[in-house]
């Protein structure tokens, strides 16, 4: 076990989902994901995108197929065990009480409750920096932007350090600094031996910026594969209905996107 991300090895522990169906939803989705590597889950409104996050995080019980961590399913954990694995940023989560960017973040450690303090503390200082809030630490969530209190909701799941991210459409809210910045964030993370999932719209980001792309189209897997594959402008065209195709370098790409016929 490695201990720096406790509860995950690096060396094997893959999140894999088998056979996975939820009615009017996902049918038979099955996928191994593997820790160190970025992987974007793409689609069209409605695909179920969402949804897969939702079962790969064990917060959906699906109707088919279960979900496993290195050959455990993830119902078999407590909620307390699977917390400290899987962080998990839902595509509009809610703030309950209207307290400061430090005691939201701080509460990305209850996992870890009976830890060591300094560690503790570590770990919300880190994510503070990391997510660009020192100057935001004392504000309270109502006083926060839109995208101000996205990174500081990030920053939440930061601070557990799960050995998995999964977040659902986390560029969404953000200017174009704090979402590059997020995404190196992220690419850091992979490095470091943990696996990234993340729900993206911006297939360009998708493109440049993940190892792995999941295409899901009505519900089923449509393609999976490298960017440069999933994203194949036959395969934008039969899942998302309209011609595109790719301009510019790899790791720069555009995408250009003509009139739906």
């Known amino acids: 076990m490695n201990a720096e991300h406790p509860g995950l090895s690096v060396a094997g522990d893959e999140l894999g989902a088998l056979g996975l169906h939820v009615q009017d939803r996902l049918a038979d989705i099955s996928l191994t994901l593997h820790p160190g590597e970025i992987t974007a889950i793409c689609g069209p409104n409605g695909a179920g995108k ?34 400290r694995v899987l962080g998990y940023l839902p595509q509009s989560p809610e703030v309950a009480w209207d307290v400061s960017v430090e005691v939201l973040v701080s509460l990305g450690r209850l996992p870890w409750r009976g830890a060591p303090a300094g560690e503790a503390q570590a770990a919300i200082d880190e994510a503070i920096a990391a997510m660009d809030l020192e100057h935001f630490r004392h504000r309270p969530v109502s006083r926060l932007s839109g995208g101000e209190r996205a990174r500081a909701l990030m920053a939440r799941v930061l601070a557990t350090r799960p050995g998995w991210l999964l977040a659902d459409e986390p560029l969404a809210n953000l200017d174009l600094a704090h979402a590059a910045a997020l995404v190196h964030r992220f690419r850091e993370q992979a490095r470091a031996g943990r696996g990234v999932v993340l729900v993206l719209h911006d297939l360009a980001m998708a493109m440049n ?53």
């Open 50 to 83: 969402s949804t897969l996050l939702s079962c790969l995080a064990g917060l959906l019980q699906p109707d088919g197929g279960h979900v496993a961590l290195c050959g455990q399913p993830l119902r078999s954990l407590s909620p307390h065990a699977r917390a």
């Open 209 to 261: 910026h993940a190892d792995r792309v999941i295409v899901l189209g009505r519900g089923s897997l449509a393609a999976d594969g490298p960017p440069e594959t999933a994203l194949d402008p036959q395969v934008i065209e039969r899942v998302w209905g309209c011609p595109a195709r790719w301009l510019g370098e790899p790791g720069a790409r555009a995408l250009s996107v003509g009139p739906v016929a």
